[in-house]
């Protein structure tokens, strides 16, 4: 590719716009014939089929589609071999953290809770505590009607004692008729809600001082965090994501369904540039398997992506703004 250069771009056009050209008139200069050789080898020049020793010009596209098929087989090798390697050491990760707390190396600012009922208790004392604020971040999207109602008495306490409340969704969330309700009433409680489409944790902060956080791979447990450093943590990314989110709408318009559809795509996008699978993106984005393909999909033909590997290269090239590691350049729509 590297040789690729004016005097192969000549040629190439010439044939093209002759469709037909004699191969035995063209290599009769030879630097002319180590150009036409240098093409037939990128698959940018064929021969014939019906007229011997005649060429005519390649699909560039279907070139570059059989030279980079290799390339991008051994790229797909080595994702599967990297996503192989860390699920073997997953387990060697969970058995260090259990030997941290076992061996006591994790001190009282920190606290492992494993039982749901446990967790509800904790977190009501800690609300019927908090004199000042509460922070929550609620990922996963449409909240369950039955956590809804089992926070909705907890919360209309908290409020009717003019403490601050402020809670961030995913912006699937506003989807969902029952949260929309849930929202409706606690905003006109006071309580503050945003959406975001990706970047946040499951978090609760009370007064600043203490927040739970979910506990890798479990849906009961969480960790209990009292440590004024790990509390500053937790908040300050709190803080950052409340910051780029938007406020839940109280009416929806076409300009704000479009508006959330586009932030979700780019959120898919940069997950998709991760090489997260469908699966694992639907899970961050609080939102079905179905749905995700759907986007998936639809930005792939947006972009004019043949595979995901060109969709990485595309969205590279038009320079999309992914917010916090991505490429450079002004925000496109996708």
């Known amino acids: 590719m590297a040789e690729l250069g004016p005097e192969e771009l000549e040629l190439f056009q010439y044939v093209a716009e002759r469709q037909q050209v004699d191969g035995d008139e063209l290599r009769q200069d030879p630097d002319r014939a180590r150009t036409v050789d240098r093409l037939l080898e990128l698959r940018l020049l064929k021969r014939s089929a019906t007229r011997p020793g005649m060429l005519l010009a390649g699909l560039p596209e279907a070139a570059a589609a059989e030279l980079l098929a290799p390339a991008e087989r051994e790229i797909e090798q080595r994702r599967r071999e990297i996503e192989t390697t860390r699920q073997r050491l997953a387990a060697f990760q969970f ?52 956590v809804l109602k089992e926070s909705l008495a907890r919360t209309e306490r908290v409020l009717a004692r003019g403490v601050r409340m402020r809670t961030l969704y995913q912006h699937t969330a506003q989807f969902s008729t029952v949260t929309v309700e849930y929202v409706d009433h606690v905003s006109r409680l006071g309580a503050e809600i945003r959406t975001l489409g990706d970047g946040f944790m499951r978090m609760l902060a009370f007064d600043q001082t203490a927040a739970v956080i979910a506990m890798r791979d479990s849906d009961a447990g969480c960790m209990l965090l009292r440590d004024p450093s790990l509390v500053d943590f937790a908040i300050g990314a709190f803080e950052r994501a409340w910051t780029s989110a938007t406020p839940f709408p ?85």
Not at 107 to 122: F, I, M, N, S, Y
Not at 297 to 320: C, N, P, T, V, Y
């Open 250 to 334: 109280e009416n929806y318009s076409q300009e704000r369904v479009l508006a959330i559809s586009e932030d979700m795509k780019l959120s898919i996008v940069r997950l998709l540039v991760q090489g997260l699978e469908d699966r694992a993106i639907a899970r961050r984005m609080g939102m079905s398997l179905r749905t995700c393909q759907r986007h998936v999909s639809d930005i792939m033909d947006k972009l004019g992506a043949r595979s995901r590997l060109h969709a990485g290269f595309l969205i590279h090239e038009l320079g999309l703004d992914l917010g916090p590691g991505g490429p450079p350049g002004e925000r496109t729509e996708i």
């Open 95 to 146: 058995a260090y953290e259990q030997a941290k707390f076992t061996s006591g190396s994790v001190g009282g600012g920190v606290q492992r809770l494993t039982d749901l009922d446990e967790v509800r208790a904790v977190i009501t004392e800690l609300a019927d505590g908090a004199t000042e604020e509460i922070l929550t971040s609620q990922p996963g999207g449409a909240r369950k009607d039955d």
